[in-house]
């Protein structure tokens, strides 16, 4: 077993976990469960992003998931941030 | 396969598990809290493991410190997040579960 199929394994795996956190975006009973899914299915594409970089043997793209999750991190904490403040709507009140 | 392959290869499949295991919590879990606990702690831990994978995979070079900045940041960055969406989801009064309303 070469790394190759290590790696294209773990990227099956990945791909498999990010479609079981697609369930929680398409029927979350509230607004949070839907935003929290897509703050995680974005991390996991970080790690994606890493995999398949190693996967086709450029390497040197890891400079794309390193903005990707600093944009991902600004956006959750700043959807959070307005919902908190009840700027946008007042959900659950 | 050498040695290194063989515990970067265990770390990847580890880090899977436990990818894995926080989406299935992520799906079964009856509740908003705790199914951000599932999503904060086990994606933080099973991409940090992913990632050390890949620098031990790598050995010492310019890119292996680029992969240990990006999982510092991560391991930073995602409970910072998951605070953020609890305290915004228990100031705007999202319902605790309790064992009574299940039955």
């Known amino acids: 077993m070469e790394m190759l199929d290590v790696f294209l394994a773990v990227g099956i795996l990945i791909t498999v976990s990010i479609l079981m956190t697609m369930y929680r975006v398409f029927r979350g009973p509230t607004t949070l469960d839907r935003l929290m899914a897509t703050s995680v299915i974005g991390t996991k594409v970080v790690v994606l992003l890493v995999v398949i970089g190693y996967l086709f043997e450029r390497p040197i793209f890891v400079d794309i998931p390193l903005t990707y999750a600093m944009l991902n991190f600004v956006g959750t904490l700043i959807v959070a941030k307005y919902i908190e403040r009840g700027e946008l709507w007042k959900p659950y009140t | ?103």
């Not at chain 2, 910072?80 to 305290?87: K, Q, S």
Request: aromatic share 14%; charged share 15%.
């Open chain 2, 1 to 103: 396969m050498e040695a290194l392959h063989v515990v970067s290869a265990l770390l990847m499949f580890s880090g899977v598990f436990f990818m894995i295991a926080g989406a299935l919590g992520i799906i079964r879990f009856p509740d908003f809290y705790t199914r951000l606990h599932a999503a904060g702690k086990c994606d933080t831990l099973g991409e940090v493991l992913i990632i050390l994978g890949f620098i031990v995979y790598e050995g010492f070079s310019f890119l292996s410190v680029k992969l240990l900045f990006l999982s510092f940041f991560i391991l930073l960055a995602n409970p910072v997040g998951t605070h953020a969406l609890i305290r915004a989801a228990y100031l705007t009064g999202v319902k605790m579960w309790k064992k009574e309303e299940s039955q």
